[in-house]
């Protein structure tokens, strides 16, 4: 515990995994870097040095003062590799020329390294109560060198030379306490109807454990243990069963025991999150737990089964890198929205695979996630998905203004040139200017709405409800033109445009004022229905500069449609090259606010009620109104419910003594 770490110490702190900082400081020892010009008792170079506390609390000689341990140096060290699942180190003590293998890992792994002899009878038993009730558990063991090697030598040592014919220790048990600010994001993703799945280098039932705990899973749910092995020797078939796991809510007499006595850690598990439309009805109440070693006989031998193994899954524990990789890329091909927690050099390849990786330190992971968080807990994990709903939101709505602007300056051209006239430089000018610019500023102020829901956003510009909308409010604004410039030519008093072949354009008439304010009106509404709010964004008067200018903007276009026949006016409609519409026929200016009113009616109505009804995908899809969801995931779940019960068949374990259990652990080893 005090040499079988990478822990190292800079400008005075320790630093290094957390677990190895919560073993070294349970130990109390001192660890200080060595340099080459130091005096030490040590035959060969060492990198760094341990000491072992001067005196117990109690004022009792401790056992290293009876052995005479001063100081031990460690020679080299083999980093921890997720593949082989454990560490070690080559130490010296201080004035002695033996040196010592230590090495800490997973107790299975640690276990078939070890001398059966020195392993006990109920090692297996021990370690499955431990884990079942979400404690951490790593394996200590240790051997003698044998052989006096030089410095040179040492540093070419074949790590599986020096990692062999171990003598078992015993088992370092912490218990996992999870950090505070995971059980409510958990509870919060859960209310959004988005799945969570633990992936972790951690035992299998300690990390069921753990996400029991943290809410991933219901106390009540049925959860099935999967164990696929490979054939043993060829001409045999690989072999898959699946297993009941017991409840592991009550703890147990050595439960309580560690709670009491060992050192605690903080719960850092990987979590994969997985964003989708999900219903209840989709949980049919049984979940798998997988571990890596089944994971990859699954892959190889069961590539059929990788699917429903990725759909019916919540924790996959002891995963390599690349296993973890396999993963998200199966979640990814059952067309889920995959996001990706981790905060190791494991984790960069699943990282980078996912749709949304987030790193939790700023170490290796970080160089491979797009997103890095500055806290380490999945806390940003809400922010992130609030945060990229409303900017996909605030997106797809700027997209949709543009496209609309462009036809409603369009069709505002292409009816007055149907006269040989044309919109005046400063009308274009209050169109794109006045308006568009300033809604493009500002548009996209508005912050995300506090709370997820379940309900997701558009995720694509050619989606059925992004068509219906656009194309229908491109229909409606046109209907609005058409119709308002037929009303003011069936007018008594109205007088046809006289072209004047010697003008570069002939700007001013009835028929373009009144085009030009009925389109001013529909470029307001237009940004005010695409700056859309809950359940994705704030309320659009949280954006405060964005509702003052939209006010702003309707104001000033009634006045300029209520414009008096005084000379002042008369001035403003000579600058915007606007005909007098005066009181003498001022019902035509409520006629004109009245067809505003009405678009704006039916352009909510579209925006809100009908683009993303039933009828609009049937519409741009040619499906029935009742037809299934699209997605591989909600697919593969009708495929199971009509297998079942046929599949999964369950097995259950019978009673094995613990001998039996040990050869069939070495055996998956």
Not at 23 to 32: K, P
Not at 55 to 80: A, M, Y
Not at 244 to 259: F, I, L, Y
Not at 458 to 481: C, D, K, R, T, W
Request: proline share 6%.
């Amino acid at each position: 515990m005090a040499t079988s770490h990478s822990l190292t110490r800079i400008d005075g702190k320790l630093h290094g995994d957390p677990l190895d900082l919560q073993m070294f400081q349970a130990v109390q020892w001192h660890l200080e870097d060595a340099s080459e010009d130091d005096d030490t008792g040590f035959s060969i170079p060492v990198h760094t040095i341990v000491r072992p506390p001067a005196h117990q609390l109690n004022g009792s000689v401790t056992p290293w003062e009876k052995d005479g341990i001063k100081e031990i140096g460690i020679v080299r060290q083999f980093p921890f590799a997720s593949d082989l699942q454990r560490m070690s180190v080559i130490t010296q003590k201080a004035g002695s020329p033996d040196m010592e293998v230590y090495v800490k890992g997973a107790p299975e792994m640690i276990a078939s390294l070890s001398d059966p002899n020195t392993v006990p009878e109920d090692f297996y038993s021990v370690l499955r109560e431990h884990t079942y009730h979400g404690l951490r558990v790593l394996a200590l063991a240790w051997r003698p060198l044998g052989e006096r090697l030089p410095w040179e030598k040492l540093q070419n040592l074949q790590r599986d030379k020096v990692e062999c014919q171990l003598r078992f220790l015993g088992l370092l048990i912490m218990q996992n306490t999870l950090k505070p600010e995971t059980t409510p994001v958990i509870h919060e993703l859960n209310d959004a109807n988005i799945r969570t799945i633990m992936v972790t280098g951690d035992n299998k039932l300690t990390a069921l454990s753990v996400a029991k705990k943290c809410g991933m899973i219901n106390r009540n749910d049925k959860i099935l243990e999967i164990e696929a092995k490979p054939p043993s020797k060829p001409g045999e078939k690989a072999t898959i069963a699946y297993y009941p796991v017991h409840d592991t809510s009550k703890p147990s007499p050595a439960h309580s025991a560690s709670v009491e006595t060992n050192s605690r850690i903080e719960s850092n598990e990987n979590i994969a999150i997985t964003i989708c439309e999900t219903d209840s009805s989709t949980d049919d109440g049984y979940h798998f737990i997988v571990d890596g070693k089944s994971f990859a006989a699954i892959h190889e031998h069961f590539p059929e089964l990788l699917p429903r193994v990725a759909l019916k899954g919540c924790v996959f524990a002891r995963m390599s890198p690349d296993q973890k990789t396999q993963l998200v890329e199966a979640l990814q091909k059952l067309d889920y929205i995959v996001g990706m927690c981790g905060d190791g050099a494991n984790d960069c390849g699943a990282l980078k695979m996912a749709h949304a990786g987030i790193s939790l330190s700023e170490a290796e992971a970080s160089v491979a996630s797009p997103f890095t968080s500055k806290t380490p807990n999945i806390s940003c994990v809400p922010t992130l998905i609030k945060e990229g709903r409303a900017a996909l939101v605030t997106s797809f709505g700027v997209f949709k203004y543009m496209a609309l602007y462009s036809m409603i300056q369009y069709t505002t051209v292409l009816i007055l040139n149907t006269i040989d006239s044309f919109p005046s430089d400063w009308m274009f000018m209050y169109w794109d200017v006045a308006i568009t610019s300033i809604v493009a500023l500002l548009i996209a102020r508005n912050e995300a709405f506090p709370k997820i829901v379940s309900k997701r956003p558009q995720s694509g510009l050619m989606e059925p409800a992004m068509l219906f909308s656009l194309i229908g409010h491109v229909i409606l604004q046109l209907v609005f033109q058409v119709g308002s410039y037929l009303i003011v030519k069936a007018q008594p008093w109205f007088v046809p445009l006289v072209v004047d072949k010697s003008k570069v354009a002939n700007t001013k008439g009835y028929e373009s004022t009144t085009v030009f304010l009925v389109s001013a009106f529909q470029y307001i509404i237009a940004a005010f229905l695409f700056s859309k709010g809950p359940p994705f964004r704030a309320p659009i008067y949280t954006n405060l500069l964005f509702t003052i200018s939209l006010i702003v903007m309707t104001l000033f276009t009634i006045f300029l449609l209520f414009l008096p026949g005084a000379e002042w006016a008369d001035n403003i409609r000579e600058f915007f090259q606007m005909i007098e519409l005066s009181y003498d026929h001022l019902y035509f200016q409520f006629i004109i606010l009245g067809i505003v009113i009405f678009y704006f009616i039916l352009a909510t109505v579209l925006e809100v009620y009908i683009k993303g009804s039933k009828l609009s995908k049937r519409m741009f899809t040619c499906k029935s109104l009742h037809g299934s969801d699209d997605n591989a995931h909600s697919a593969m779940h009708q495929e199971i419910r009509k297998e079942e019960p046929a599949w999964p068949t369950v097995t259950y374990r019978p009673r094995a003594r613990t001998s039996s259990m040990r050869k069939e652990t070495e055996s998956q080893l």
